[in-house]
């Protein structure tokens, strides 16, 4: 539908994507209805606030793994500093974890990318409602996964580690003794079920809990 033939009050969407090529296809395919108009575009995590403080979309639809901050990491920025924009998130990963983190951080809706457009401008419109918007299959799992075991500081100890760093190195870098870094990853390691904190920072990522 031609612009000038849009509702006199659009629904303004902030798009936060890292993969060029998705974000514009994404842009442009909401364009195209008569009630979405797409106000900013950002491929990094941190551009996301000062976007939202400067364009004040009434919903942001945000990847989680992006550049610079993560998609979940900026739905709780936008909570305290932008309330009045729904967050939707939008990702490749339906991981369970992430579907908690999410809810956690004041999203109001989560789909994964293989879903029609039609279903996405659905959510769109719905969440701007009031509505939680989540895909039902990723809802069920999880229900059935149970909340994330790890503590905040087994995930800061876990992440911190992720670069190889031995155990000093985390400990200089969250302020920890060297005992309680290794009793944090000890813990991590066996909430996880796996041998050595690289396969638990693994398994951690692979179930949203990072």
């Not at 200089?172 to 796996?194: C, D, F, M, Q, W």
């Amino acid at each position: 539908m031609p612009r000038d033939h849009r509702p006199a009050k659009s629904i303004r969407v902030l798009l936060a994507e890292d993969q060029g090529m998705m974000r514009g296809a994404l842009a442009l395919l909401l364009g195209m209805e008569p009630d979405i108009e797409v106000v900013a575009q950002v491929g990094a995590g941190d551009a996301i606030v000062d976007a939202a403080l400067v364009h004040r979309p009434d919903v942001a639809l945000l990847d989680i793994e992006l550049p610079g901050r993560s998609g979940l990491d900026a739905a709780a920025d936008l909570r305290d500093q932008a309330p009045d924009c729904r967050v939707l998130i939008l990702t490749t990963f339906g991981r369970p974890g992430y579907l908690r983190r999410a809810m956690d951080a004041g999203a109001a809706g989560f789909l994964v990318k293989d879903g029609p457009v039609e279903e996405l401008a659905g959510a769109i419109r719905r969440v701007l409602t009031g509505e939680t918007v989540v895909d039902p299959a990723l809802a069920a799992a999880a229900l059935s996964a149970g909340p994330n075991p790890l503590t905040a500081r087994e995930r800061d100890v876990l992440e911190a580690a992720a670069d190889g760093a031995t155990v000093a190195d985390v400990a200089a870098r969250l302020h920890l003794s060297e005992s309680t870094v290794r009793n944090h990853l000890s813990a991590a390691i066996g909430k996880t079920g796996t041998r050595n904190r690289m396969e638990a920072l693994r398994e951690a990522r692979h179930q949203g809990w990072l």
